[in-house]
């Protein structure tokens, strides 16, 4: 009986998922526009930019951490990941107390898949580029090592909604400016007409002038 007891809080012991700590001693700290981040030594003696907005390390970049200070930075980084063709999937959530979205993207030059979180610590927004197909409790810590969000979880959403709107209307403006732009010609009467974009009350469309 006592057996079988001891068997029975073995085979309990063993289905119960447990979490163990990682050890963060070892871990060096890197500061990216005034938020100090621990990572781990593997990604240390990496690359900081002049402007102290960005920090990468690898060739090709295995890591990298970027402060989206202007809502260009915002628009051109997460609005170009979001509409990537080699996005599979994306998820909003919560990382260690930070509001985030996961972007999981794959390279397909170099065959792996990587993921971009985009998240909120202080007043300010990050992207972590990280060489995973799912958020690892290293990568957990590397956030959590961050100032907690400020930001309201609507405000840090409709900051991200309004940099992917931005930026797919000027990919669709640039588009077709360069579609707009092999339809120029010359008419029959010599009349060369310019179609331009232009948006309306109704939304975008298209109009056409004539020079002579």
């Known amino acids: ?11 309990l012991f063993a289905l119960i998922p447990h979490t163990f700590a990682i050890d963060t001693a070892d871990w060096e700290d890197v500061t990216v526009n005034k938020v100090t981040f621990k990572i781990p030594e593997k990604f240390s003696n990496g690359t900081l ?10 060739e090709p970049f295995d890591f990298l951490i970027f402060s989206l200070v202007k809502n260009d930075n915002l628009k051109s980084m997460y609005g170009y990941s979001y509409n ?3 996005l599979n999937d994306s998820e909003e959530t ?10 999981y993207q794959y390279n397909d030059y170099y065959n792996y898949d990587f993921l971009e979180v985009f998240f909120a610590t202080g007043k300010k927004i990050f992207r972590i580029q990280y060489n995973s197909d799912n958020v690892t409790d290293e990568l957990k810590e590397i956030i959590k090592s961050t100032p907690k969000s400020e930001m309201t979880k609507e405000t840090f959403l409709n900051k991200l909604d309004n940099a992917q709107r931005d930026y797919s209307q000027e990919s ?3 588009n077709l400016e360069v579609d707009l732009e092999d339809s120029y010609h010359t008419d029959n009467n010599h009349h060369k007409r310019q ?3 232009y948006i309306g009350s109704k939304g975008p469309g298209v109009g056409m002038s004539y020079r002579w």
């Open 1 to 11: 009986m006592k057996l079988k007891c001891i068997l029975l809080v073995i085979i």
């Open 49 to 58: 930019n002049k402007d102290n907005t960005g920090y990468t390390h690898g």
């Open 84 to 86: 990537s063709k080699h």
């Open 94 to 103: 919560e990382i260690a107390g930070h509001h985030a979205v996961v972007l």
């Open 172 to 174: 669709y403006q640039k």
């Open 195 to 197: 179609y331009f974009y």
